[in-house]
């Protein structure tokens, strides 16, 4: 008896800490967000789980067939999706090593203050503020026949865009080009953000620029350099506009990636419920991909 008599001003307790003044405007605040997020995001993705369990009849959707698990188990067989996947870890490979390598390079040559630093900053960002058709259209200029790629190294590699071995790394070229600047930035605040300090107490111990950069640029930089991995492997998994403007897929399928697979079977085929299930088993290999790069690059790394 005595129990129930104190749980009930405990439950009133309770409750008014959640209905008080603060809480309820901190619930109001959020509301927007929370419903921007419930219908953009929540809802597609509670869509397209659905979707993926039916032969999806786009003209009339009550009419779609129940497929259950089918879906998934033609896609373990399809060869298009194990060759756009494997497309994609191929340009993932490509891309993400050497995106972090240049725009480290840029980040630490501006901050050692060299003359010219504002402009070198203006021409690093630029190309990532275009659009992604526009890199296309002028990389395309570029590697045409009469382009100053071809012109230069055309004699070596021929038509890079014609040819299975080359396409892929075309592509990957131009993804650096543009990105590498936004990467650039991030990574310029985490080296302006190391103490200099700890510089001179290396040189204090004797430690020279290798060692300098081995035991306080890389650990001191440790949270930037872990973004730029997880973010750029999950941006370069989605690579679409690059094949879609330069390539479409071509040639023979060598440049087809996985989202340019799943467009494919969205607007072109129609095929919306298979597409709805390559698009969760893309979402499962992304979250993967960040967990495993996480746990591998990421220990240690303060929040």
């Given at each position: 008896m005595s129990v129930e008599s104190d749980t009930g001003p405990a439950f009133a307790a309770d409750l008014r800490q959640w209905i008080d003044r603060e809480t309820l405007e901190a619930y109001a605040f959020a509301l927007?967000?929370?419903?921007?997020?419930?219908?953009?995001?929540?809802?597609?993705?509670?869509?397209?789980?659905?979707?993926?369990f039916f032969e999806w009849n786009l003209l009339n959707p009550a009419q779609s067939e129940f497929v259950g698990l089918q879906n998934y188990a033609t896609l373990l067989q399809d060869p298009m999706f194990w060759q756009a996947l494997k497309n994609t870890t191929w340009f993932v490979v490509l891309t993400v090593p050497l995106l972090l390598?240049?725009?480290?390079?840029?980040?630490?040559?501006?901050?050692?203050?060299?003359?010219g630093t504002k402009v070198l900053k203006f021409f690093y960002f630029v190309p990532y503020v275009m659009t992604v058709s526009i890199v296309g259209?002028?990389?395309?200029?570029?590697?045409?026949?009469?382009?100053?790629?071809?012109?230069?190294?055309?004699?070596?590699?021929?038509?890079?865009?014609?040819?299975?071995?080359?396409a892929m790394p075309a592509l990957a070229l131009v993804t650096v080009w543009w990105q590498a600047g936004f990467y650039f930035a991030i990574l310029l605040a985490g080296r302006q953000g190391v103490?200099?300090?700890?510089?001179?107490?290396?040189?204090?111990?004797?430690?020279?620029?290798?060692?300098?950069?081995?035991?306080?640029?890389?650990?001191?930089?440790r949270n930037s350099i872990m973004f730029v991995l997880i973010a750029g492997t999950v941006f370069?998994?989605?690579?679409?506009?690059?094949?879609?403007?330069?390539?479409?897929?071509?040639?023979?399928?060598?440049?087809?990636?996985?989202?340019?697979?799943?467009?494919?079977?969205g607007f072109q085929t129609f095929d919306l419920g298979y597409g709805a299930a390559v698009g969760y088993v893309i979402l499962i290999i992304l979250v993967g991909v960040s967990i495993i790069n996480y746990y591998l690059v990421g220990q240690g790394v303060e929040g």
């Amino acid at each position: 008896m005595s129990v129930e008599s104190d749980t009930g001003p405990a439950f009133a307790a309770d409750l008014r800490q959640w209905i008080d003044r603060e809480t309820l405007e901190a619930y109001a605040f959020a509301l927007p967000y929370l419903a921007i997020f419930a219908v953009f995001l929540v809802y597609p993705l509670l869509k397209g789980l659905y979707m993926s369990f039916f032969e999806w009849n786009l003209l009339n959707p009550a009419q779609s067939e129940f497929v259950g698990l089918q879906n998934y188990a033609t896609l373990l067989q399809d060869p298009m999706f194990w060759q756009a996947l494997k497309n994609t870890t191929w340009f993932v490979v490509l891309t993400v090593p050497l995106l972090l390598l240049v725009s480290l390079a840029m980040a630490l040559g501006i901050n050692r203050g060299v003359k010219g630093t504002k402009v070198l900053k203006f021409f690093y960002f630029v190309p990532y503020v275009m659009t992604v058709s526009i890199v296309g259209f002028l990389w395309l200029q570029l590697y045409s026949a009469n382009g100053a790629f071809t012109h230069h190294v055309g004699w070596l590699v021929g038509n890079v865009l014609g040819q299975e071995a080359f396409a892929m790394p075309a592509l990957a070229l131009v993804t650096v080009w543009w990105q590498a600047g936004f990467y650039f930035a991030i990574l310029l605040a985490g080296r302006q953000g190391v103490s200099e300090r700890l510089y001179e107490a290396a040189q204090l111990d004797g430690a020279g620029p290798l060692r300098q950069f081995k035991d306080v640029t890389l650990p001191q930089m440790r949270n930037s350099i872990m973004f730029v991995l997880i973010a750029g492997t999950v941006f370069q998994f989605r690579v679409f506009g690059q094949v879609q403007t330069m390539t479409t897929g071509g040639p023979n399928g060598s440049t087809n990636t996985l989202v340019y697979y799943l467009y494919q079977l969205g607007f072109q085929t129609f095929d919306l419920g298979y597409g709805a299930a390559v698009g969760y088993v893309i979402l499962i290999i992304l979250v993967g991909v960040s967990i495993i790069n996480y746990y591998l690059v990421g220990q240690g790394v303060e929040g």
